[in-house]
């Protein structure tokens, strides 16, 4: 029996939507809870699977010449090993360094700041309470060691997670995109999966790639100029804005604040420290609005809005290592709402493609619109003869 209309002022359509858009927020916000629950996981996880697309392109080269699968995954994975190593080695005895004279810089910044307390009594008021403090508990380099040899298992678990798990996804060949297309019915739904999938490696593999020997140039160039302001550990002060520059927008304020502030405690005043700071933002400035627009391919330039929102947000999420797999994870999801159908719109709103003018997109809009009649059809008029 239907039931009575006039008890129910909302229809049954109307119900089902609200309850469909309320299931969307509710899996919206479980999803972000797990992806925070687990980044411990998911961070290594994401990671090798981003490096298989990348890397998977050579193993396919590799396997056309002979290799094995298991040949090159190794290589490939005994390569990475080496990169790091190296990156280590390149960093630890700065680091340690800086670890060891970390009372030494601490007097040196307060005897830089000493000028300024005199023209501004507040701060010099709370510069002495944080003096006062910090000598009733003070930090020493050896507590900083140890809070970073604290962190140092689980960087080294999550590390050799990322690098078995690729070794066993690249020395699967390529098991994993068959079973991926034969998860769907269609033959059409398993093409369009595996276009999607190569477009996914096509695409990483360029934008990594390119961004990768340009983050190599830039780390080059800005090692150079801190060995000519005689800054120490020019090759630190390379590697790290390599490193940094993987992090759109952030990476460059975070290098120029560490590069001004490591040359406040090298130089006297704030002239030379203000001129290093300054340096080096225009390098990035140079490589993230002109060198990366002109060799990065327009079909890989993200929304720069959306990028930005992406980057805090898997900051919020995954801190560091969210920041680089950011655009990475932005330009696989972008891909995949190309080839899935009803999510084109979405997709077209990641590219930074540049939309067409309003005036022409209205245009367009009404030229496409079917002539009206002129008159109605006269109801009298006899009807059409039958052919």
């Not at 029996?1 to 119900?15: I, K, N």
């Not at 490939?76 to 190296?86: D, E, N, Q, R, Y």
């Not at 540049?354 to 079917?370: G, K, L, M, N």
């Amino acid at each position: 029996m239907p039931p009575d209309q006039t008890r129910f002022p909302f229809s049954v359509a109307s119900q089902t939507g609200s309850a469909r858009w309320a299931l969307i927020g509710i899996f919206i916000i479980l999803a972000f809870a797990a992806l925070a629950a687990g980044r411990a996981f998911l961070m290594p996880v994401t990671l090798a699977i981003l490096l298989f697309f990348v890397f998977v392109p050579l193993r396919r080269k590799l396997d056309r010449r002979g290799v094995p699968p298991s040949v090159s995954a190794a290589a490939v994975v005994l390569i990475l090993i080496a990169v790091l190593v190296m990156l280590v080695t390149l960093l630890s005895g700065p680091a340690g360094g800086l670890i060891d004279n970390l009372p030494m810089i601490t007097g040196r910044l307060e005897a830089q700041f000493e000028a300024l307390r005199g023209t501004f009594g507040a701060i010099e008021t709370a510069l002495e309470q944080m003096s006062d403090e910090d000598a009733e508990s003070p930090v020493s380099g050896v507590e900083t060691l140890l809070s970073v040899l604290a962190a140092t298992p689980s960087l080294i678990a999550q590390t050799s997670l990322v690098l078995f798990l690729l070794f066993f996804l690249l020395a699967s060949g390529d098991l994993l995109y068959l079973k991926i297309v034969q998860s769907f019915d269609s033959l059409g739904d398993k093409r369009r999966a595996y276009g999607a999938l190569r477009e996914i490696e096509d695409s990483l593999g360029s934008y990594l790639g390119s961004i990768t020997l340009i983050n190599a140039a830039l780390g080059l160039s800005i090692g150079t100029l801190m060995w000519i302001w005689g800054m120490p550990s020019p090759v630190l002060f390379g590697t790290m804005a390599f490193l940094l520059n993987f992090i759109p927008y952030l990476g460059a304020v975070a290098g120029t604040a560490i590069a001004t502030f490591v040359a406040l405690l090298t130089f006297p005043g704030f002239q030379i420290p203000a001129l290093v700071g300054i340096s080096y933002f225009a390098l990035t400035t140079i490589e993230g609005q002109l060198v990366t627009p002109y060799f990065v391919s327009r079909r890989l330039q993200m929304n720069t809005v959306v990028v930005f929102l992406a980057v805090a947000m898997w900051a919020w999420l995954w801190s560091v290592i969210g920041m680089i797999v950011a655009v990475p994870v932005l330009v696989v999801a972008s891909v995949i709402c190309d080839h899935v159908p009803g999510l084109e719109k979405l997709g077209n709103f990641l590219w930074g493609q540049d939309p067409p003018p309003i005036d022409a997109a209205r245009t367009d809009t009404v030229a496409e619109q079917p002539p009206a009649t002129t008159a109605p059809a006269d109801p009298h008029a006899p009807p059409d003869r039958p052919a």
